[in-house]
């Protein structure tokens, strides 16, 4: 029997993997970037859709990059951020 109440979320063990090789979207529709507030590419992406152009106005956006960490994730919204206004953008972007 789980010690786990039924109210507690399942550890994103997949989106662990994915996050921990950068491999953003490899196998996960919507991977976690950032764990410590649970923010997922898709709400990164809706964020940038929407004029986000800077790491702040990500943050200021979606929560993401402000967890108890200190902000590790903050390196891959960037690359997020890069992709999106580079030439050839993330499948969604500009
Ligand atoms: S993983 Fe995003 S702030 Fe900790």
Known sequence: MSSRSAAEPAPPEADTATHA??????????????????ICLSAIVTALDAGASTLTEIIDATFAGCGACGG???PDLEAILEDWYSDEGLPDGP
């Open 21 to 38: 090789a950068g491999g953003l979207g490899a196998g996960v529709d919507d991977p976690i970037v950032c764990f410590c507030n649970e």
């Open 72 to 74: 590790s994730c903050q």
